[in-house]
């Protein structure tokens, strides 16, 4: 399964992914990090590998702006 990302949903204008890599840490809730993906693009799709269903954290850092969203996998 995958899991998609639409980094202009979670409150960021297209033009802040221009010129700036997006680094986006995905926390299960434990707070361990279970996975990092960095990008440059608008959309993104993450295997879900094995992370199992429950409740999870994503922060998103573009630039110097930061955002933290809870997610629940299925």
Sequence with gaps: AVL??????????????KNNTATINLYDAS????????????????????????????KILIGDKELSKKIVLE
């Excluded at 990090?33 to 409740?55: F, N, P, Y």
């Design 31 to 58: 707070a361990r990090l279970v996975k990092t993906v960095l990008t440059t693009e608008t959309t993104l799709s993450i295997d879900r590998g094995d992370l199992r269903s429950g409740i999870y954290f994503l």
């Design 4 to 17: 998609l990302l639409l980094l202009w949903n979670y409150q960021y204008p297209l033009s802040e992914l």
